[in-house]
């Protein structure tokens, strides 16, 4: 039987939120639809497990999006939310005994698209990504 989990990350808080320094020339971060990348969980220490989105390992929606401008040039503090449905497969086992492992403590990245959908390449910089609870929701 597959188990499906539903999961809350709140990065919603100027302290708690990543940091990047935005690098495309053409496009600015306002005309942008953030989109989660990947999660990143720490397996021992040493390794880390992923799920990826362009894999359908999981789904997402983010809210309460904001970019705040930093203190350096084109510097931004990216705040949210986001709520992740990630169902239990075989191919899944290792990133959930990760999860285990680090207390549910994860690292989401994100990614950007232009305003077609279009997935941006090389459009930032990570300055300081953040680590959080993947909090289970009922």
């Known amino acids: 039987m597959m188990n499906k989990y539903n999961y809350y990350v709140d990065y919603n808080h100027a302290s708690d939120a990543s940091t990047i320094l935005w690098t495309h020339e053409d496009i600015r971060i306002e005309d942008c639809k953030p989109y989660i990348d990947f999660i990143r969980c720490d397996e021992d220490g040493e390794e880390y497990q992923f799920l990826y989105s362009d894999e359908n390992d999981f789904t997402f929606k983010i809210n309460n999006f ?5 203190n350096e ?6 705040c949210y939310t986001a709520d992740f449905l990630i169902e239990s497969t075989d191919s ?3 990133f959930f005994k990760a999860l285990e492992f680090s207390n549910n403590e994860v690292e989401v990245v994100l990614g950007f698209m232009d305003r077609n959908d279009e997935i941006l390449e090389d459009c930032f910089e990570e300055s300081s990504n ?9």
């Open 130 to 138: 953040s680590i959080t609870k993947l909090i289970e929701q009922p």
């Open 66 to 70: 904001g970019a705040v401008k930093g």
């Open 73 to 78: 040039e084109d510097e931004y503090i990216v």
């Open 92 to 94: 899944k086992v290792n």
